[in-house]
RNA sequence: GCCCGGAUGGUGGAAUGGUAGACACGAAGGACUUAAAAUCCUUUGGCUUCACGGCUGUGCGGGUUCAAGUCCCGCUUCGGGUACCA
């Protein structure tokens, strides 16, 4: 029996007053458009704390608002996110999903400094298309908690933790965050003896020193404790751009941005004191669910390395110093030390005689920027003059300085062993100085040996024991003898904080004597103040100089501004509690949502942005402000998506264009074409004269009437022509058929090309389970009980789309959604008891027309709102199976036998069939094996 | 250099050690149509055979196993990250 649904069209459609009729064909843009207005009419991605219910959050990186708006590959990432929190959702828990925009940044400033327009505004205008191109692909984004880096209301608590970390130290025994007002208190009662805080510099002073110095004095030292610090630090200087820049900002000395010239000049800048948290940063890495992979990037980042800090005394002077070594056991090959050209050291080691060549040495490597040190592998070095004693073996040797030693790693001093260091064996090589083997059997004749294998020898105490045993003895024997200490060193530096720029959040600081001091907190947000040009003062400071009235109460306020990382570490934590304007977040909030369960980005954050923000977290944790000491519990890296490019061919000097298989008969250039204007790699010439005006006289050889482009896969870019808009895809295959075909290219986490002519696949899909509710203007939906066949197909279908959502899988969800269609339409099911589910089911993936079939079959509230269904095995039971027979491994034939036989009985009849006998060539198999319900092997 | 991923048809890709190529795209052929679009049906890794079928096949070379795309060893190659970190 059909039965025509007569359903309640007011009720329905209660939200639009006009006469709406029913959709009969698969019309996407109606029906997307009409729930996405119902989804914001009725708040139904509204989410509040509500303790019945267990939360989920899921989080996306939220992204840059650039002017060029998002292309396809952006919301790769998002559509599986929202899959997610969609089907968490639909399984009963209470989920947090929201958005917002990482709005401070440098292109809107460098366009500004170009136009003159604000960077407030172009930001803005940035904001409202990536919100609009958004809102088209129907993410359930609860929008009221949107948050923007750049407004005052969101950046006052990044001001408000940087004062926090200002007013903090790290206690290295607790290894946690302390007032810093505590540390003071010690230094009033016993000065720096007992302390245990982590430090920029080692200093040493009493009691009565501390109370005999000046409040300025006093600041001065704070400064070395505290965990938001100002400090002397070498940068990137670039006076063209006016700022300091990032290494990844400077290449060959010049900056990447307008080639200027880049110089290295020690700055004060502010910085956090993230090397404090290495260990706990590290540690951490064991409780959350990231990928492998980017735990280990992680951890070589961090860089611990257990070794030795090792005293060598001066010869001749009352004088030592440190190094840092991991090889303690090699000390016997020591046969040159290294001190870093910046080093404190080397004015103290420098001998008259050689003050000459040593300056003129450190003028040029100043010059140099560390980038180029590390590009330029030239060995280079020279001789200080002063010798160290070997505090082991007691031997002489020399003291050189070269740029391969860094400064700010270690102690700015190694001991060079070059028989087992290759970058000490290429400096003993050039400059001639010996080398002493110390592993028995080993061949430093033409490289060093390097592997942390095989026997000592010309080692003293150390001979005879595996490198593992003589690293250990050798710490102990230096530890005994008090020639040094056993030392952890990581390789994690503090993140300088300070930008010489404009569009940044205002630092909550202001000097008196030209020392900081901060805000008060009841002074905050500081607003970023207007200025006439986004440019440095012609004193040279940063843009904010050019601002009138900077100052409070008469003292001048700090002129830098945050970097881009600042307004991203804590952001999660401000979704929360968007609103609440006495706290980051309130207890309630943080106590309910806790952290992200689910955080979905790219692998560029790997160093950056999830380090920082681990360490703010953690900052804040200590503080007792939050409850959870990791944010992101678990983490999956969406690949990226690979631009797929056009070619076209023109012959030499002409305007020409031949097709691809006929270029190789011409001289040609080859040409990107806009992927747009290409269909299968079949150009549209037509689109071609009109593309570029230069192309309006294009003549083509043609190969079958038909102009074949060629292609590659490059990155997505506007000069490479290959951007894909989804825009424009919304509007040709609708917000549902973009949403499944990002998902279909493949795995989430590997890197693929878009290629939009797949996209069919998908949308004929959509359009099939259409047919399942329709045809022609019939709604064909009856209330018939299901067939076993039609159940089994749902319930295979339930069974793989759960799988895979939980595994991220959703390239195979897609596919298994289309065999579940396939399969429904060739048994001609139009039932509700199957296509019901099956909506609810696709609700997560393509939420649009899900919502409209299910409203289609009677049902009154969102499909957002359904219970996911479940798999019932009992409708997968097999009453056989079909057994493939094969012989040595080779499948020759099937054979159905009923699911219940037994083992004995599968090879029983397997061994009776004719085929087998055909197959057997009267042989005697040594050896059958039945793996009950998969296979038979006989092997002959 | 080091670390992490990949490598399967013309293309994107699928496959708890158990029928390699699911699902799609493209292509070819056919149906419907005045035509086009849309839709539907068939074929589609390679070689071979009139056909049944046979051989071969997951970057290369070995190995483990009754059985390897999958596990182990040694390479090639392409991506990505990172780098004088002592």
Request: charged share 25%.
């Given at each position: 029996?059909?039965?025509?649904f007569?359903?309640?069209?007011?009720?329905?459609?209660?939200?639009?007053?006009t006469?709406?009729?029913y959709?009969?064909?698969?019309?996407?843009?109606?029906?997307?458009?009409?729930?996405?207005?119902?989804?914001?009419?009725?708040?139904?991605?509204?989410?509040?704390?509500?303790?019945?219910?267990?939360?989920?959050?899921?989080?996306?990186?939220?992204?840059?608002?650039?002017?060029?708006g998002?292309h396809?590959?952006?919301?790769?990432?998002?559509?599986?996110?929202?899959?997610?929190?969609?089907?968490?959702?639909?399984?009963?828990?209470?989920?947090?999903?929201?958005?917002?925009?990482?709005?401070?940044?440098?292109?809107?400033?460098?366009?500004?400094?170009?136009?003159?327009?604000?960077?407030?505004?172009?930001?803005?205008?940035?904001?409202?298309?990536?919100?609009?191109?958004?809102?088209?692909?129907?993410?359930?984004?609860?929008?009221?908690?949107?948050i923007?880096?750049?407004?005052?209301?969101?950046?006052?608590?990044?001001?408000?933790?940087?004062?926090?970390?200002?007013?903090?130290?790290?206690?290295?025994?607790?290894?946690?965050?302390?007032?810093?007002?505590?540390?003071?208190k010690a230094?009033?009662?016993?000065?720096?003896?007992?302390?245990?805080?982590?430090?920029?510099?080692?200093?040493?002073?009493?009691?009565?020193?501390?109370?005999?110095?000046?409040?300025?004095?006093?600041?001065?030292?704070?400064?070395?404790?505290?965990?938001?610090?100002l400090?002397?630090?070498?940068v990137n200087?670039?006076?063209?751009?006016?700022?300091?820049?990032?290494?990844?900002?400077?290449?060959?000395?010049?900056?990447?941005?307008?080639?200027?010239?880049?110089?290295q000049?020690?700055?004060?800048?502010?910085?956090?004191?993230?090397s404090?948290?290495?260990?706990?940063?590290?540690?951490?890495?064991?409780?959350i669910?990231?990928?492998?992979?980017?735990?280990?990037?992680?951890?070589?980042?961090?860089?611990?390395?257990?070794?030795?800090?090792?005293?060598?005394?001066?010869?001749?002077?009352?004088f030592?110093?440190?190094?840092?070594t991991?090889?303690?056991?090699?000390?016997?090959?020591?046969?040159?030390?290294?001190?870093?050209?910046?080093?404190?050291?080397?004015k103290?080691?420098?001998?008259?005689?050689q003050?000459?060549?040593?300056e003129?040495?450190?003028?040029?490597?100043?010059?140099?920027?560390?980038?180029?040190?590390?590009?330029?592998?030239?060995?280079?070095?020279?001789?200080?003059?002063?010798?160290?004693?070997?505090?082991?073996?007691?031997?002489?040797i020399?003291?050189w300085?070269?740029?391969?030693?860094?400064?700010?790693?270690?102690t700015?001093?190694?001991?060079?062993?070059?028989?087992?260091?290759?970058?000490?064996?290429?400096?003993?090589?050039?400059?001639?100085?010996?080398?002493?083997?110390?592993?028995?059997?080993?061949d430093?004749?033409?490289?060093?040996?390097?592997a942390?294998?095989?026997?000592?020898?010309?080692?003293?105490?150390?001979?005879?024991?595996?490198?593992?045993?003589?690293?250990?003895k050798?710490?102990?024997?230096?530890?005994?003898?008090?020639?040094?200490?056993?030392?952890?060193n990581?390789r994690?530096?503090?993140?300088?904080?300070?930008?010489?720029?404009?569009?940044?959040?205002?630092?909550?600081?202001?000097?008196?004597?030209?020392m900081?001091?901060?805000?008060?907190?009841?002074?905050?947000?500081?607003?970023?103040?207007?200025?006439?040009?986004?440019?440095?003062?012609?004193?040279?400071?940063?843009?904010?100089?050019?601002?009138?009235?900077?100052?409070?109460?008469?003292?001048?306020?700090?002129?830098?501004?945050?970097?881009?990382f600042?307004?991203?570490?804590?952001?999660?934590?401000?979704?929360?509690?968007?609103?609440n304007?006495?706290?980051?977040?309130?207890?309630?909030?943080?106590?309910?949502?806790?952290?992200?369960?689910?955080?979905?980005?790219?692998?560029?954050?790997?160093t950056?942005?999830?380090i920082?923000?681990?360490?703010w977290?953690?900052?804040?944790?200590?503080?007792?402000?939050?409850?959870?000491?990791e944010?992101?519990?678990?983490?999956?890296?969406?690949?990226?998506?690979?631009?797929?490019s056009?070619?076209?061919?023109?012959?030499?000097?002409?305007?020409?264009?031949?097709?691809?298989?006929?270029?190789?008969?011409?001289?040609?250039?080859?040409?990107?074409v806009?992927?747009?204007?290409?269909?299968?790699?079949?150009?549209?010439?037509?689109?071609?004269?009109?593309?570029?005006?230069?192309?309006?006289?294009a003549?083509?050889?043609?190969?079958?009437?038909?102009?074949?482009?060629?292609?590659?896969v490059?990155?997505?870019?506007k000069?490479?022509?290959?951007?894909?808009?989804?825009?424009?895809?919304?509007?040709?295959?609708?917000?549902?058929?973009?949403?499944?075909?990002?998902?279909?290219?493949?795995?989430?986490?590997?890197?693929?090309?878009?290629?939009?002519n797949?996209?069919?696949?998908?949308?004929?899909?959509?359009?099939?389970?259409?047919s399942?509710?329709?045809?022609?203007?019939?709604l064909l939906?009856?209330?018939?009980?299901?067939?076993?066949?039609?159940?089994?197909?749902?319930?295979?279908?339930?069974?793989?789309?759960?799988?895979?959502?939980?595994?991220?899988?959703?390239?195979?969800?897609?596919?298994?959604?289309?065999?579940?269609?396939?399969?429904?339409?060739?048994?001609k099911?139009?039932?509700?008891?199957i296509?019901?589910?099956?909506?609810?089911?696709l609700?997560?993936?393509?939420?649009?027309?899900?919502?409209?079939?299910?409203?289609?079959?009677?049902?009154?509230?969102?499909?957002?709102?359904?219970?996911f269904?479940?798999?019932?095995?009992a409708?997968?039971?097999?009453?056989?199976?079909?057994y493939?027979?094969?012989f040595?491994?080779?499948?020759?034939?099937?054979?159905?036998?009923?699911?219940?036989?037994?083992?004995?009985?599968?090879?029983?009849?397997?061994?009776a069939?004719e085929?087998?006998?055909?197959?057997?060539e009267?042989?005697?198999?040594?050896?059958?094996?039945?793996?009950p319900?998969?296979?038979?092997?006989?092997?002959?």
């Amino acid at each position: 029996m059909h039965l025509i649904f007569s359903q309640n069209k007011a009720l329905h459609f209660q939200f639009f007053n006009t006469n709406f009729h029913y959709i009969m064909e698969y019309n996407f843009s109606d029906i997307e458009k009409k729930w996405q207005l119902y989804w914001k009419e009725n708040n139904t991605y509204k989410s509040e704390i509500d303790k019945l219910r267990p939360k989920y959050y899921v989080l996306d990186m939220f992204p840059y608002p650039s002017g060029a708006g998002l292309h396809v590959g952006h919301p790769l990432g998002y559509i599986a996110s929202d899959i997610f929190s969609r089907y968490k959702r639909l399984q009963g828990f209470n989920v947090l999903h929201p958005m917002g925009y990482d709005a401070y940044g440098l292109p809107a400033e460098q366009y500004a400094i170009q136009t003159g327009q604000h960077p407030a505004v172009t930001t803005k205008i940035n904001i409202a298309r990536y919100r609009e191109q958004l809102e088209k692909i129907g993410f359930c984004y609860d929008w009221d908690r949107e948050i923007r880096t750049c407004e005052p209301d969101y950046y006052h608590w990044t001001q408000w933790a940087f004062i926090q970390m200002f007013n903090h130290y790290f206690d290295t025994k607790l290894q946690k965050a302390q007032p810093i007002s505590s540390l003071v208190k010690a230094f009033e009662t016993s000065g720096t003896e007992g302390i245990r805080a982590n430090c920029t510099e080692e200093i040493c002073f009493s009691a009565a020193d501390w109370k005999a110095k000046s409040e300025k004095g006093q600041q001065e030292i704070l400064l070395n404790y505290r965990i938001a610090y100002l400090a002397d630090l070498k940068v990137n200087w670039c006076s063209a751009l006016g700022t300091v820049l990032a290494n990844d900002e400077v290449s060959e000395g010049v900056s990447v941005r307008g080639g200027h010239p880049v110089e290295q000049r020690v700055m004060r800048q502010w910085s956090l004191r993230v090397s404090a948290y290495a260990q706990r940063l590290l540690d951490g890495l064991n409780t959350i669910d990231w990928t492998e992979s980017l735990k280990e990037t992680q951890k070589n980042w961090i860089g611990r390395s257990e070794g030795a800090e090792l005293k060598f005394n001066v010869k001749g002077q009352d004088f030592n110093f440190e190094v840092f070594t991991t090889r303690a056991d090699t000390i016997y090959g020591v046969t040159f030390m290294v001190l870093a050209p910046e080093s404190e050291l080397v004015k103290q080691l420098t001998t008259t005689e050689q003050k000459a060549n040593v300056e003129n040495y450190i003028t040029a490597t100043k010059k140099r920027t560390e980038r180029e040190r590390i590009a330029d592998r030239r060995v280079t070095g020279v001789f200080s003059g002063s010798y160290a004693l070997n505090p082991v073996s007691g031997t002489t040797i020399p003291i050189w300085i070269s740029d391969y030693v860094l400064a700010g790693y270690g102690t700015g001093a190694i001991m060079a062993v070059p028989a087992h260091d290759s970058r000490d064996y290429a400096f003993a090589k050039h400059f001639n100085l010996p080398i002493i083997p110390l592993i028995e059997g080993c061949d430093v004749s033409e490289e060093s040996f390097d592997a942390k294998d095989g026997i000592m020898e010309n080692s003293g105490f150390l001979n005879g024991l595996s490198v593992n045993e003589a690293i250990a003895k050798a710490k102990e024997y230096i530890a005994e003898k008090g020639l040094g200490r056993v030392k952890v060193n990581f390789r994690l530096r503090d993140a300088i904080f300070s930008r010489q720029r404009y569009w940044g959040e205002p630092f909550p600081v202001y000097y008196k004597e030209g020392m900081p001091y901060m805000l008060d907190e009841s002074k905050l947000p500081l607003e970023l103040p207007e200025v006439d040009k986004f440019l440095p003062t012609e004193k040279g400071e940063p843009p904010l100089g050019r601002a009138i009235g900077w100052e409070v109460d008469g003292f001048p306020l700090e002129l830098n501004t945050m970097p881009g990382f600042a307004g991203s570490s804590a952001y999660y934590l401000r979704y929360m509690d968007q609103k609440n304007d006495k706290a980051l977040v309130s207890p309630e909030a943080n106590q309910y949502w806790r952290n992200v369960d689910l955080y979905i980005g790219g692998t560029e954050h790997a160093t950056g942005h999830l380090i920082y923000s681990r360490f703010w977290n953690k900052f804040l944790f200590d503080l007792g402000l939050i409850c959870e000491e990791e944010p992101f519990k678990k983490l999956i890296n969406q690949g990226m998506i690979q631009g797929r490019s056009n070619f076209v061919y023109r012959i030499k000097d002409t305007n020409t264009f031949v097709s691809l298989n006929l270029k190789d008969q011409y001289e040609t250039t080859q040409l990107h074409v806009d992927v747009n204007i290409v269909s299968n790699d079949i150009l549209d010439t037509v689109k071609f004269r009109n593309w570029i005006p230069e192309y309006k006289t294009a003549e083509f050889i043609l190969e079958d009437g038909k102009y074949h482009c060629g292609w590659a896969v490059e990155k997505m870019s506007k000069s490479m022509y290959n951007v894909v808009n989804p825009d424009d895809i919304v509007e040709k295959y609708g917000a549902d058929t973009l949403r499944l075909y990002e998902m279909f290219l493949g795995p989430l986490e590997q890197s693929k090309p878009w290629d939009t002519n797949g996209i069919d696949g998908v949308h004929r899909f959509l359009k099939k389970l259409w047919s399942l509710f329709y045809k022609d203007d019939n709604l064909l939906v009856t209330n018939e009980l299901p067939s076993t066949d039609e159940l089994k197909t749902l319930h295979k279908t339930i069974k793989k789309i759960t799988f895979d959502i939980e595994n991220f899988s959703y390239n195979t969800s897609v596919s298994a959604f289309m065999i579940c269609v396939n399969e429904l339409f060739t048994l001609k099911c139009n039932k509700k008891a199957i296509l019901e589910p099956l909506s609810i089911l696709l609700a997560p993936f393509a939420p649009h027309i899900a919502e409209e079939l299910y409203h289609i079959l009677g049902n009154e509230e969102t499909v957002c709102d359904a219970q996911f269904p479940v798999c019932n095995e009992a409708y997968l039971l097999e009453s056989s199976v079909k057994y493939p027979i094969s012989f040595n491994g080779k499948v020759r034939f099937m054979l159905e036998l009923p699911a219940t036989m037994s083992k004995e009985d599968v090879e029983k009849t397997a061994m009776a069939n004719e085929q087998t006998l055909k197959y057997l060539e009267g042989k005697v198999p040594k050896k059958i094996i039945v793996v009950p319900g998969k296979i038979v092997n006989i092997v002959i």
